[in-house]
């Protein structure tokens, strides 16, 4: 995924499916100047954790 695609993500009120390492997650935040965001995965709250948006991906 993109960048430009996390940020709509993040910011559309529609939740989309987001998959992380095949599960799927909620992205929390975007951090434009690291190309990085803050998900964590829906079925386990309360762990965040930061990725790098490409290795997210939308179904």
Do not use: C
């Not at 709509?8 to 992205?27: F, S, W």
Request: net charge negative; glycine share 4%.
């Amino acid at each position: 995924m993109n960048l430009m695609r996390a940020k709509e993500i993040k910011d559309d009120p529609n939740m989309k499916n987001v998959v992380y390492k095949g599960k799927y997650v909620y992205i929390n935040e975007v951090n434009d100047d690291k190309q990085k965001a803050i998900i964590h995965y829906l079925k386990e709250s309360g762990t965040e954790f930061e990725v790098d948006v490409t290795e997210l991906n939308e179904e």
